[in-house]
Nanobody
């Protein structure tokens, strides 16, 4: 059974860091592009970052470039999102999903969504 499970969210002060994990089961992450997305209350789900299969390329939304970094660990079948210099506007539920296509910001290209993990940036 294909499954993606996010973890690592929580409450953090502005300027702090968190590392989110997207643990996969039922398939190997090294053959798929894995994306991170987020959805804030009242807003549409948006792409945050993505890493292609074989780590050929990565994608970052302009709002997180230089602060967030996506890393794949094939041995653990997990993709991580390292989030630094967090801002209140980063507050959202973060999801991971997979696509057999190349990375893009198109949410509809992704499937097998996890249940999400809440990230709250507040003092």
């Amino acid at each position: 059974q294909v499954q993606l499970v996010e973890s690592g969210g929580g409450l953090v002060q502005p300027g702090g860091s968190l590392r989110l994990s997207c643990a996969a089961s039922g398939f190997s992450v090294d053959y798929w592009a894995i994306g991170w997305f987020r959805q804030a209350p009242g807003k549409e789900r948006e792409a945050v970052s993505c890493i292609t299969n074989s780590d050929v390329s990565t994608y970052y939304a302009d709002s997180v470039k230089g602060r967030f970094f996506i890393v794949r660990d094939n041995a653990k079948n997990t993709v991580y999102l390292q989030m630094n210099s967090l801002k209140p506007e980063d507050t959202a539920v973060y999801y991971c999903a997979r696509t057999y296509d190349r990375c893009s910001a198109d949410v509809s290209n992704f499937g097998s969504w996890g249940q999400g993990t809440q990230v709250t940036v507040s003092s």
